[in-house]
């Protein structure tokens, strides 16, 4: 019995001591801010409904005290303004709509509490006063936490609010961080706030230094506020990093102008690349050139269309299933066409110039009837949404990826033009075609198969257009008078001219419309390039061919 006794009487030590060890180990690695007790958590969080708003920042403040994580999604809701009460007893529930009736959830437990009527439960009002307080609230709860988008989050919101309360917590989170731009934002979140509530002259100049630093569009702006308020000494080294800003932003508008006319070039480059291949072999004014454009971005739509309806999960993949069927559409049409109706045209130019303005009135007809004359929308896949900024250069990722999309498919028209057969006999062709025709080549087929190619980037374009611009059947006509400035300007059926043509017109043309607007700019745009035509006759890369020497 003593034996057994002092067995059992060890093996519950043995309990103990492990319990004592594992709640050490659970201490060490959970978050500092721990729950407390649902019993005292329920009656902050009800406090929230009743009385004015003033009452409602009090109990907000109450549960900040906490530190408990449930908190957050809690005061989230709120600042939603979609936190409700139950009149009859004042609790404060998380509601959704059910038919009739709301399904209520308990904000504290996150358990399901059944189903009243819609008049029954009443919204917990916020005005924007109390949303400050709020998204200041939900700062201060998430500074310190683990998880790094949280952190950075919290301190954006901060420094959005600039809530001169949250200065102690706010040197507490910089204390600790180590995450560079998190702590970055920070300081510049703790600079703002010194520079609404710091007394001494000292702390105001480092606040301001760090804010010129910065080079934020917002710092003009914070650093013009504290000028009125400023000590007379500090004045003159605010105005000097106002001056330092607006030299710093003239720069990068520049820089940002440059990017806004290589994206307007990549555009123009795919609208003109095959333009460039048919004029240049065969002498065509294809004037139906946009209408490819436009039949490839009605073919995205519907592809996304029958996604939509059919596999919503691919809807990323949209635009590598557009593309494969828009180059191979409007191929097989500019194939029709030239087989059609331009092979019995050759030598004559202004009739070609009427036949493909006729079929171009055809193929936007056959589009609108097909799919009605309002634009249609084209959704973006996920990795070509939204924007991120670059030093200070905001630059979309749909812009950027058509950038890409037009480098890739110009490096891989040089490559089919200078190491396939059909690329040799395209270049012989242009380059004298009654000696390739002695020469054994086909060149009613290289024509073909020239104008098939041309038709296809076209199709191309209007994919990768389609998620800048509206889908709609006049979506062609905007870019057939510039393509043909790109075309003659850089140079009859030379690629590398058609690129240093379209870089050229695209960064001219955003420089130009901020001085003399959009309009006025393709008007001074089309004048130069009358004038360096008269000069130049062969534009920038001359090259010998049919079109030049007619």
Same mark, same amino acid.
């Given at each position: 019995?003593?034996?057994?006794?002092?067995?059992?009487?060890?093996?519950?030590?043995?309990?103990?001591?492990?319990?004592?060890?594992?709640?050490?180990?659970?201490?060490?690695?959970?978050?500092?801010? /721990?729950?407390?007790?649902?019993?005292?958590?329920?009656?902050?969080?009800?406090?929230?409904?009743?009385?004015?708003?003033?009452?409602?920042?009090?109990?907000?403040?109450?549960?900040?005290?906490?530190?408990?994580?449930?908190?957050?999604?809690?005061?989230?809701?709120?600042?939603?303004?979609?936190?409700?009460?139950?009149?009859?007893?004042?609790?404060?529930?998380?509601?959704?709509?059910?038919?009739?009736?709301?399904?209520?959830?308990?904000?504290?437990?996150?358990?399901?509490?059944?189903?009243?009527?819609?008049?029954?439960?009443?919204?917990?009002?916020?005005?924007?006063?109390?949303?400050?307080?709020?998204?200041?609230?939900?700062?201060?709860?998430?500074?310190?936490?683990?998880?790094?988008?949280?952190?950075?989050?919290?301190?954006?919101?901060?420094?959005?609010?600039?809530?001169?309360?949250?200065?102690?917590?706010?040197?507490?989170?910089?204390?600790?961080?180590?995450?560079?731009?998190?702590?970055?934002?920070?300081?510049?979140?703790?600079?703002?706030?010194?520079?609404?509530?710091?007394?001494?002259?000292?702390?105001?100049?480092?606040?301001?230094?760090?804010?010129?630093?910065?080079?934020?569009?917002? /710092?003009?702006?914070?650093?013009?506020?504290?000028?009125?308020? /400023?000590?007379?000494?500090?004045?003159?080294?605010?105005?000097?990093?106002?001056?330092?800003?607006?030299?710093?932003?003239?720069?990068?508008? /520049?820089?940002?102008?440059?990017?806004?006319?290589?994206?307007?070039?990549?555009?123009?480059?795919?609208?003109?690349?095959?333009?460039?291949?048919?004029?240049?072999?065969?002498?065509?004014?294809?004037?139906?050139?946009?209408?490819?454009?436009?039949?490839?971005?009605?073919?995205?739509?519907?592809?996304?269309?029958?996604?939509?309806?059919?596999?919503?999960?691919?809807?990323?993949?949209?635009?590598?299933?557009?593309?494969?069927?828009?180059?191979?559409?409007?191929?097989?049409?500019?194939?029709?066409?030239?087989?059609?109706?331009?092979?019995?045209?050759?030598?004559?130019?202004?009739?070609?110039?009427?036949?493909?303005?006729?079929?171009?009135?055809?193929?936007?007809?056959?589009?609108?009837?097909?799919?009605?004359?309002?634009?249609?929308?084209?959704?973006?896949?996920?990795?070509?949404?939204?924007?991120?900024?670059?030093?200070?250069?905001?630059?979309?990722?749909?812009?950027?990826?058509?950038?890409?999309?037009?480098?890739?498919?110009?490096?891989?028209?040089?490559?089919?033009?200078?190491?396939?057969?059909?690329?040799?006999?395209?270049?012989?062709?242009?380059?004298?075609?009654?000696?390739?025709?002695?020469?054994?080549?086909?060149?009613?087929?290289?024509?073909?198969?020239?104008?098939?190619?041309?038709?296809?980037?076209?199709?191309?374009?209007?994919?990768?257009?389609?998620?800048?611009?509206?889908?709609?059947?006049?979506?062609?006509?905007?870019?057939?008078?510039?393509?043909?400035?790109?075309?003659?300007?850089?140079?009859?059926?030379?690629?590398?001219?058609?690129?240093?043509?379209?870089?050229?017109?695209?960064?001219?043309?955003?420089?130009?419309?901020?001085?003399?607007?959009?309009?006025?700019?393709?008007?001074?745009?089309?004048?130069?390039?009358?004038?360096?035509?008269?000069?130049?006759?062969?534009?920038?890369?001359?090259?010998?061919?049919?079109?030049?020497?007619?």
């Amino acid at each position: 019995m003593v034996l057994k006794s002092l067995i059992a009487r060890a093996s519950m030590d043995m309990r103990q001591w492990l319990a004592v060890l594992l709640l050490a180990m659970l201490g060490a690695t959970t978050p500092a801010a /721990a729950q407390v007790a649902d019993a005292e958590l329920a009656p902050l969080v009800d406090a929230l409904y009743p009385g004015s708003y003033s009452d409602r920042e009090a109990a907000i403040a109450a549960l900040v005290a906490t530190a408990d994580p449930r908190v957050v999604p809690i005061l989230q809701v709120l600042g939603e303004g979609d936190l409700y009460a139950v009149e009859a007893t004042g609790k404060v529930v998380f509601a959704e709509r059910s038919g009739d009736n709301f399904a209520l959830t308990d904000p504290v437990t996150n358990g399901p509490i059944g189903e009243i009527g819609r008049r029954e439960a009443e919204k917990v009002k916020v005005n924007n006063s109390l949303r400050r307080v709020i998204r200041t609230a939900i700062g201060q709860m998430t500074l310190l936490s683990e998880d790094r988008s949280t952190r950075l989050a919290a301190a954006q919101s901060i420094l959005r609010d600039s809530d001169p309360a949250n200065l102690e917590l706010l040197d507490q989170a910089l204390a600790a961080e180590g995450d560079a731009d998190i702590k970055r934002t920070m300081e510049l979140a703790r600079a703002v706030i010194t520079l609404k509530s710091g007394t001494s002259a000292e702390d105001l100049r480092q606040a301001a230094d760090v804010v010129a630093r910065s080079g934020s569009r917002d /710092a003009a702006t914070i650093l013009s506020a504290a000028l009125t308020t /400023a000590p007379d000494e500090l004045k003159a080294d605010i105005q000097a990093s106002l001056d330092g800003l607006a030299r710093d932003r003239a720069v990068w508008d /520049a820089l940002q102008n440059v990017w806004f006319g290589v994206s307007l070039s990549s555009v123009l480059l795919l609208a003109a690349i095959g333009l460039a291949i048919t004029f240049g072999v065969m002498g065509v004014i294809n004037m139906a050139h946009g209408e490819m454009v436009m039949l490839g971005a009605y073919t995205t739509f519907a592809v996304q269309e029958v996604i939509r309806l059919n596999a919503p999960g691919l809807f990323d993949y949209s635009l590598a299933i557009a593309m494969p069927l828009a180059f191979l559409l409007t191929a097989l049409v500019g194939v029709a066409i030239e087989r059609g109706v331009i092979r019995w045209l050759y030598g004559r130019p202004l009739e070609t110039l009427l036949a493909t303005w006729g079929l171009s009135l055809i193929l936007q007809q056959t589009v609108r009837s097909i799919f009605g004359p309002t634009n249609r929308q084209v959704g973006n896949p996920s990795w070509m949404s939204g924007s991120f900024e670059f030093y200070g250069l905001a630059i979309t990722w749909s812009r950027l990826w058509i950038v890409l999309f037009a480098l890739a498919v110009f490096f891989t028209l040089l490559v089919v033009l200078n190491r396939t057969a059909l690329g040799l006999q395209m270049r012989a062709v242009t380059q004298n075609r009654r000696m390739a025709s002695a020469m054994g080549i086909r060149t009613p087929l290289v024509d073909a198969m020239t104008f098939g190619l041309g038709s296809g980037i076209a199709g191309l374009a209007g994919v990768a257009l389609s998620q800048i611009d509206n889908v709609s059947p006049n979506l062609g006509q905007g870019y057939i008078i510039d393509s043909f400035m790109v075309v003659v300007f850089g140079g009859v059926g030379n690629l590398w001219g058609t690129m240093v043509g379209a870089l050229t017109l695209g960064i001219a043309n955003k420089f130009l419309e901020p001085y003399a607007g959009a309009v006025l700019g393709k008007i001074l745009i089309l004048v130069l390039i009358i004038l360096f035509i008269q000069r130049r006759p062969r534009g920038l890369f001359a090259l010998k061919g049919r079109a030049v020497e007619a």
